[in-house]
């Protein structure tokens, strides 16, 4: 399966509850469907990450698994109030690991809402 890793927190009632001020709520709705927002999991590891919230569920799972899937080892990226963050952070180890297997990634990605864009693109994304 590949399941969003956020996708059942984002509703704009949740994320107004959260803090999550209204301009910046369609950018998290956006972004609920990024590369760096899908995780492969097996099934039953799938329901038990869907039963609880994802930082909960996160730091139940080990150092290995987190760099097998990319996850950034900053447990703050984990809050729904640094999701930007954490998506940028993992397309940025996303982007590294591909550099990595096939050399260099000069491929965009296609987001939902935006035109073609480069895996770390912003500014405020770092390879290093």
Do not use: C
Not at 34 to 56: M, R, T, V
Not at 61 to 89: C, G, M, V, W
């Amino acid at each position: 399966m590949l399941p969003n890793l956020w996708r059942g927190v984002f509703t704009p009632t949740r994320l107004t509850r959260a803090g999550i001020a209204a301009d910046k709520q369609e950018a998290y709705l956006n972004a609920v469907d990024y590369i760096g927002n899908l995780e492969l999991l097996l099934e039953h590891e799938n329901i038990k990450k869907s039963n609880q919230p994802f930082d909960e569920w996160l730091v139940t799972r080990d150092a290995s698994f987190k760099e097998r899937h990319l996850i950034p080892a900053d447990p703050e990226l984990y809050t729904l109030d640094r999701f930007l963050d954490f998506i940028d952070q993992r397309e940025a180890l996303i982007k590294r690991r591909l550099t990595t297997l096939f050399g260099s990634v000069s491929v965009g990605m296609k987001r939902p809402t935006d035109t073609t864009i480069p895996l770390a693109s912003a500014s405020t994304r770092s390879m290093s």
